[in-house]
């Protein structure tokens, strides 16, 4: 019997919702990483509250991504990138795969970097010792990741995630802002190119093509060889509602960056590096604020960049059929990173060019999804319907559509 036509079967102790929690909270550190940072706080500073409706959007969309991802890998029982790895050919599957590590390499800059910036503003360490830091550090949460000891790493990413959570709000409490002014900012509008331009920004550093990718790995890993798998429509319940907090908990995170830069940074220059970021939130709302919002940062750096190097990890195993060591797939990653923190005299520019890489990569991840959700000798009675179906394929437009418009914006400087 396969696994797209299993049987239902009555709910046991292993069915209980807390023991199918967890995936789409670790992929939710994608969410929050210091791209995100850059975006929402440089959309406050710059634009007060009119892109709030932006953020709004782009996280509701990425609760359906995100859940089409576990559905793919809950039915089918493997991963996005193996997914593709059986069906493309082998010139196909190398292209692929080139692509899928230059976006895993740019996402891994930004997470490296803010790591190094957070380890500069707290304790005056070098840039590139940072970056060191950060990757070692990395590294050892790595060590927790699959078999037995991945329940470990599922708590430990979360721990952080709770602490990016604090970190980022905490200035809403010193400085409330006007709810009003919070409303207003769901009216959609634009006022001028480079509001497009971050906006587009906003929704690059959102939909996260690692996130895709890695979501339909971890709906499997969760469970260890030998676990008893609740059924598939038991594990499908489980992860709307998984998916469904995760990213209720990391939409808010990034609002409230947004909503603190509006309401506390809104008019101030320098503000569009996270430098400068943290001096204006340091002279506006004190120095344990800004402690704090440090803090938050080094958190995502860390379990962001962990995770990216998990998902880059699936994706060569998925597409090029090898199974690497955790710390080669580190490396790999790392090594640019260090690169920039080590040359640019500027390495927060190196977010922005991340965030135009990212975009260049959200469809390769997103239109086969769009496909195999839909593919009923794939996914067999768990396929997407019509109506579902459409949605997705309008979600999946709107954004490839404003990704070609941040690039466009980008490299012709109309920003």
Known sequence: MNQVDEPVEKNSSHDKLISILGPAFVAAVAYVDPGN??????????????LVWVLVLANAMSVLIQYQSAKLGIVTGKSL????????????????????EIIAIATDLAEVIGGAIALHLLCDIPLFLGGCIVGIVSWILLAFQGGDKHRLFEILIIGLLLIITFGFIA????????????????????????????????????????????????????????????VIKRLLD??????????????????????????????????????????????????????????????????????GTYAGAEIMKGLLHKDLPIWMCRI???????????????????????????????????IPLLR????????????????????????????????????????????
């Not at 690059?204 to 008893?228: F, R």
Request: proline residues 4%; charged residues 10%; glycine residues 8%.
């Open 81 to 100: 990138p193996t997914i593709l790895g059986e069906r493309l050919s082998t010139p196909a599957r190398i292209a692929f795969f080139v692509q899928a």
């Open 372 to 415: 195999y959700t839909r593919d009923e000798k794939l996914m067999g009675t768990w396929r997407d319907g019509l109506c579902k179906h459409i949605i997705f394929i309008c979600v999946a437009t709107l954004i490839v559509v404003l990704n070609i418009v941040l690039v466009y914006l980008t490299f012709t400087g109309q920003a």
């Open 238 to 307: 489980g992860s709307k509602i998984d998916v469904t907090w995760a990213l209720l908990l990391a939409g808010t995170v990034n609002l409230a960056l947004l909503v603190l830069a509006a309401n506390s940074l809104n008019g101030m220059q320098g503000t569009d590096t996270i430098e400068g970021a943290h001096h204006a939130i340091e002279s506006v709302l004190g120095v344990g604020v800004g402690f704090i919002f440090a803090i938050g940062l080094l958190a995502s750096s860390l379990s962001s960049t962990a995770v």
């Open 37 to 50: 940072v850059a975006a929402n706080i440089t959309s406050g500073a710059r634009y007060g509250y009119l």
């Open 171 to 230: 200035g809403l409490f010193v400085d409330p802002p006007n709810f009003s002014h919070v409303l207003s900012g769901f009216v959609p509008r634009f006022t001028n190119a480079d509001s497009v331009l971050l906006a587009s920004s906003i929704l690059g550093a959102t939909v996260m093509p690692h996130a895709i990718y890695l979501h339909s790995t971890l709906v499997n890993d969760h469970y260890t060889q030998g676990d008893k798998k609740p």
């Open 332 to 366: 790999v990653t790392l090594v640019p990173a260090l690169v920039v923190l080590y040359f640019s005299s500027n390495p927060t520019f190196a977010l922005v060019i991340g965030q135009v890489v990212l975009s260049l990569g959200i469809p390769f991840a997103i």
